[in-house]
């Protein structure tokens, strides 16, 4: 099924965005406000079942095609079949041809980008989330040839580190001038270190800890279980060390029960997923950053927390090198490997001077490469590219 091309944009247009996705993550929301902040007009579809965001000032498209309400069982089944697909596929070209965007941005490559794929709108930018690259092609070889095909289909790719071009690369045999890499990076004006009392610290009874501060999804791919194994042995060097666990994910009932079959109910608090606002408040709180993932992209998480000048144990999942410097501005530890992610903690959490020390490396850090406002021009100019070739 195939839509038609895009038509020549006027100079005096705003470049219409048909921003395809899942639209259920704070990452979504990130893109979205900064394209209307900049002046374009997006449009947001998503044909996801779970919830979506909503961002003041655009209607959303959002499609799910819940087939087992009418249908029973066979309906569940068929909801997964080639028919959702086709059907799905068949709406977006609906939309593109009433739309008539300039670009077609996809993003998360095994649903929404293929699904613009096989729309066979140009110009299109596919921009891969980082597991779906990294991860995806590597439990078969059907979800393999998604990939390539939606990356080939594509006519740029943008992507947040140097690790998922090069796996694109691998992939897809794509030039490497198909490729845009520029990290998604923080609001530096929200995420910033903040003097003074820390009203989270006040509020849990925390002035006097130490405090590390995890805040991935509870998902199995951050390898959050092996964080929780070295603790026991953290607490016990350093007992007045207490953790925020931010988040919420799949295994979050498995990840309380740890906390308490390992004795550390009085020493991690789960509060939940917080706002902006809130998640900068708890960085200021924290003493040191931590990440236990298995695979990852250039995560949003650590470039907070670098922005809010805090040191970082890291796993050695390879994106990670790209940031960190062992040693200099943070520690890399083995994945899986709690042991050795307890010394580091210890380390670090003994060495008062040494903190402050890699924070203020990982704020330059943050300040010079993960600048939001900077580098959504490097997308700006992807738009721009696409526009002009197609015009």
Not at 20 to 33: A, I
Not at 259 to 288: H, S
Request: some cysteine; hydrophobic content about 40%; glycine content about 8%.
């Amino acid at each position: 099924m195939k839509c038609a091309k895009k038509k020549s944009m006027s100079p005096m247009r705003p470049c219409r965005i048909l921003y395809l996705s899942e639209g259920n993550t704070v990452l979504d929301r990130r893109f979205l406000e900064k394209m209307v902040e900049r002046g374009y007009n997006p449009i947001p579809v998503s044909y996801s079942l779970a919830e979506i965001i909503t961002v003041e000032g655009l209607e959303t498209i959002h499609k799910p095609f819940r087939f087992w309400t009418r249908f029973g069982h066979f309906g569940k089944r068929l909801h997964f079949h080639w028919f959702r697909r086709k059907l799905i596929v068949w709406h977006l070209c609906k939309v593109i041809r009433k739309i008539q965007p300039d670009v077609l941005h996809t993003g998360y490559i095994r649903e929404h980008g293929y699904y613009g794929a096989l729309s066979g709108f140009h110009p299109t930018l596919s921009m891969p989330w980082g597991s779906d690259v990294l991860v995806r092609p590597d439990k078969s070889e059907y979800d393999a040839k998604i990939v390539r095909f939606t990356l080939q289909e594509a006519n740029m790719i943008a992507c947040d580190c140097e690790l998922v071009k090069n796996r694109i690369i691998e992939l897809t045999g794509c030039s490497p001038d198909k490729i845009i890499v520029f990290p998604w990076g923080v609001d530096l004006k929200n995420y910033r270190p903040v003097d003074g009392q820390s009203v989270i610290r006040e509020q849990l009874g925390w002035q006097e800890n130490d405090v590390l501060i995890m805040n991935r999804q509870f998902e199995p791919v951050y390898g959050i279980e092996y964080f929780l194994d070295a603790l026991p042995n953290v607490v016990k060097a350093c007992p007045r060390v207490r953790v925020l666990m931010i988040g919420k994910g799949s295994l979050e009932g498995k990840l309380r029960s740890m906390v308490q079959e390992l004795g550390l109910g009085d020493y991690v608090y789960f509060p939940g997923t917080v706002d902006d606002r809130c998640m900068t408040q708890c960085l200021n709180a924290a003493d040191i950053y931590v990440t236990t993932s298995l695979s990852d992209g250039s995560s949003k998480c650590m470039l907070e927390a670098m922005a809010c000048g805090l040191p970082v144990v890291v796993s050695d999942a390879p994106v990670y090198f790209e940031w960190v410097d062992d040693g200099i501005n943070g520690y890399i530890v083995p994945r899986r490997n709690s042991s050795v992610l307890s010394q580091r903690l210890i380390q670090l959490l003994n060495d008062p001077r040494l903190r402050p020390e890699m924070g203020k490396r990982n704020l330059k850090i943050a300040q010079e490469r993960a600048d939001w406002e900077h580098n959504f021009d490097v997308l700006e100019g992807v738009y721009t590219d696409l526009v002009n070739r197609g015009s």
